[in-house]
């Protein structure tokens, strides 16, 4: 399991219009659980799973989570359709944004196989949202990517276009 203690905040627009956190919600990331993360994945709470991969989810952990009551929220099915080395697509991001800037949806977990590359993305975009520099937002990815950072994905997080998304009021 890829880091799943990031503790984080939600982005909110405050009555200026401006960009202010509210760290009642947790936000955590990961790659793909197994069965002896289950314990620790108890006591997180979620609500709701972000799994921004097009793979199965094994049946034991589908499992787990009506067992959990926790909702499965698989992004990204064109992902197999798409080179590895390409990022996650605008649209899946987008979707994912709004899910992430939703407070319904915490404690909220974003995933993929490995918890590096689409879930990086994911993140290094929501950090961009909530005015985070791009240096820091780099810094972060690279930190759970490790030797296998991706240039396309940074590139993605840089051109992001923040427009896109509509803040909730």
């Known amino acids: 399991l890829v ?16 960009m202010t956190v509210s760290s009642t919600c947790d936000l955590y990331r990961s790659g793909a659980p197994t069965e002896l993360n289950f314990p620790f994945l108890e006591k997180l709470q979620l609500r709701k799973i972000i ?18 009551q926790i909702e499965l929220i698989q992004l990204g ?39 590096r590359h689409r879930t990086g993305t994911m993140i290094g975009c929501l950090r961009k949202l909530q005015g985070w520099n791009l240096t820091s937002i780099l810094e972060e990815y690279r930190r759970h990517a490790g030797s296998k950072f991706r240039l396309l994905n940074e590139q993605f997080i840089e051109l992001f276009d923040t427009d896109l998304v509509a803040l909730p009021q």
């Open 77 to 115: 099915d064109d992902a197999g359709h798409r080179s590895p080395w390409k990022p996650v697509s605008e649209d899946v991001v987008v979707q994912g944004l709004h899910l992430l800037l939703d407070p319904q949806n915490y404690p909220l977990l974003v995933m993929c196989n490995l918890g």
């Open 51 to 68: 799994y921004l991969a097009p793979d199965e989810c094994s049946e034991m952990f589908l499992n787990w989570l009506a067992e959990q």
């Open 3 to 18: 880091d799943m203690g990031l503790r984080s905040v939600i982005a909110m627009l405050d009555d200026r219009g401006g």
